[in-house]
């Protein structure tokens, strides 16, 4: 079974193409990294799989659905952690689970117990009455990932969470999606760092706009290491 | 259904606490009509002479006339400002998890409307207790009478500010919409000088005003203080809400805009 799967995406800024053609698939329950350089187009691709934007061309299936024709089933299977912090910083920890869960129509016990259970996996329960202004990168973050798991989403969807951690937060964070991939979410993890694919993660990498290789990522990197593998496809110096 | 008002109530209460946590906000909101009507209108009362003209029954003072511009001055400042704080939040983030909530996009714009709205509605009500303090006073009905025109206009121009925060790229435009809207929105209405005497300088401005909604908006509230309809203003009013709504719904629709684009 497919979790997530992308035929023939195009979108463009008026004459720059930030993507062409883009087609890959993730099978459900996959670690999958989506490595490319700056610019490559790994967030304009973010915004179509999450309907920020809508592609001229190609089409987009999240756990079955399509998300032009059935937007609302789709996006009530992703679970998104942007790149940029979307906390509320004047509001706490707690404030803005809640807020977040009404956004998906949950309530009352139900809300409150999946916040509070989301809270424990993360680690953050002692931290729920803190504003989100007084947690430290790494904190924010989780809280990050606590709320795109509260309504159960069967696929997450992570756009370089770990740009400006520190290497323990980094390491944590890393591990911690995996761990939910191993439990059976499917993952699509943009980053431009090697360092934070695992040689048996699936692999898409993006550059200039369209996808250079896809598959297991030793496989992709071969008898070298995937960092100098990434750079010679990228065509950057080492 | 339940997903629908659960995620109203949430996004009503964030406002209302984004709001609570911004006193200063509420403060220059109530600060700004204040000083017009106890300094701007106290000096313009001798200058200005009024008609008796409806839905006034006898001869009224300047500040008791420029009442109910006033409370349109906040709700237009208000609905303005809740556009600038859509474009701040999509600069910062925040509108990409309103946007990629499964419910529709449009319920979930208009609670961020409704809710802007009623803090409008607050203040209006906060500004009108400060003027009876001072002794400018309307019929205790039309205190009950005016929610409902408050609720329509605040909604037209709250329309209005979501519109533009579809359009405005950046917060550093917002200057523009200082000039272009708010002051002649403000300016070219009945809020300040009835119309005819309008009519008495200009022809031309006094249809500009005539046509300008923010007037239908005035006028809607002005009667409603004294617990009179006017149809015609409330007829303009809704249309003009419809029109503004569905032309802010075409602004967020996915496939026409790059809400997101940034960061």
């Given at each position: 079974m497919t979790g997530l799967e992308a035929h023939g995406l195009s979108y463009s800024y008026g004459k720059k193409k930030a993507l062409e053609d883009v087609s890959f698939s993730v099978s459900s329950g996959a670690f999958c990294a989506l490595l490319g350089p700056n610019g490559a187009g790994k967030s304009t691709l973010f915004n179509l799989l999450t309907r920020l934007f809508v592609a001229p061309e190609g089409r987009i299936v999240i756990a079955g659905h399509d998300l032009r024709s059935n937007p609302r089933a789709a996006l009530a299977e992703l679970g998104i952690v942007f790149q940029q912090t979307t906390l509320d910083l004047d509001?706490?920890?707690?404030?803005?689970?809640?807020?977040?869960?009404?956004?998906?129509?949950?309530?009352?016990?139900?809300?409150?117990?999946?916040?509070?259970?989301?809270?424990?996996?993360?680690?953050m329960r002692e931290r729920a009455g803190e504003k989100a202004r007084a947690l430290n990168g790494g904190h924010r973050r989780r809280t990050e990932i606590a709320r795109a798991l509260l309504h159960d989403p069967s696929i997450l969807l992570l756009d370089e969470p770990t740009v400006g951690l520190d290497a323990a937060?980094?390491?944590?964070?890393?591990?911690?999606?995996?761990?939910?991939?191993?439990?059976?979410?499917?993952?699509?993890?943009?980053?431009?760092?090697?360092?934070?694919?695992?040689?048996?993660?699936?692999?898409?990498?993006?550059?200039?706009?369209?996808?250079?290789?896809?598959?297991?990522?030793?496989?992709?990197?071969?008898?070298q290491p995937l960092q100098d593998r990434f750079l010679a496809m990228t065509g950057e110096d080492a | 259904m339940t997903a629908y008002l659960t995620s109203m109530r949430a996004i009503v209460l964030r406002e209302a606490l984004r709001f609570i946590h911004q006193r200063e906000r509420f403060i220059a909101a109530l600060v700004r009509p204040?000083?017009?009507?106890?300094?701007?209108?106290?000096?313009?009362?001798?200058?200005?002479?009024?008609?008796?003209i409806p839905p006034y029954q006898t001869y009224i003072t300047y500040e008791t006339y420029i009442v109910p511009g006033l409370c349109g001055m906040i709700l237009l400042f208000n609905g303005m400002q809740s556009s600038l704080s859509l474009v701040y939040d999509r600069e910062m983030g925040s509108m990409k998890l309103l946007l990629t909530s499964p419910l529709p996009r449009g319920w979930?714009?208009?609670?961020?409307?409704?809710?802007?709205?009623?803090i409008s509605i607050l203040q209006v009500y906060a500004f009108l207790a400060i003027a009876a303090v001072f002794d400018i006073r309307m019929p205790a009905w039309?205190?009950?009478?005016?929610?409902?025109?408050?609720?329509?206009?605040?909604?037209?121009?709250?329309?209005?500010?979501?519109?533009?925060?579809?359009?405005?790229?950046?917060?550093?435009?917002?200057?523009?919409?200082?000039?272009?809207v708010i002051f002649p929105m403000f300016f070219l209405s009945s809020a300040l000088y009835p119309l005819w005497k309008m009519a008495e300088s200009s022809e031309l401005l006094h249809d500009i005003c005539a046509v300008n909604p923010f007037t239908h908006a005035v006028e809607l509230i002005r009667f409603a203080l004294y617990a009179?309809?006017?149809?015609?203003?409330?007829?303009?009013?809704?249309?003009?809400?419809?029109?503004?709504?569905?032309?802010?719904?075409?602004?967020?629709?996915?496939?026409?805009?790059?809400?997101?684009?940034?960061?």
């Open positions: 509001l706490t920890v707690q404030q803005n689970l809640n807020y977040f869960a009404a956004l998906h129509g949950l309530s009352g016990r139900n809300a409150r117990s999946r916040i509070d259970a989301a809270l424990d996996q993360l680690d937060a980094r390491a944590s964070i890393t591990d911690y999606a995996h761990a939910l991939a191993e439990q059976g979410k499917t993952i699509l993890w943009a980053t431009h760092l090697t360092d934070e694919v695992r040689s048996e993660d699936d692999l898409i990498v993006l550059h200039c706009a369209h996808v250079l290789a896809q598959g297991k990522a030793r496989d992709i990197a071969g008898d | 204040l000083v017009w009507l106890l300094v701007f209108a106290a000096g313009f009362r001798a200058a200005l002479g009024l008609s008796i979930l714009l208009f609670c961020k409307l409704l809710g802007s709205t009623a039309g205190y009950v009478t005016a929610l409902p025109a408050l609720l329509v206009a605040g909604l037209m121009l709250g329309a209005l500010g979501l519109l533009l925060s579809s359009f405005i790229k950046q917060l550093e435009n917002f200057a523009g919409v200082m000039n272009f009179e309809l006017n149809p015609s203003a409330l007829g303009w009013t809704l249309l003009a809400a419809a029109i503004f709504a569905a032309a802010a719904l075409i602004g967020y629709d996915p496939a026409r805009t790059r809400i997101g684009r940034r960061g």
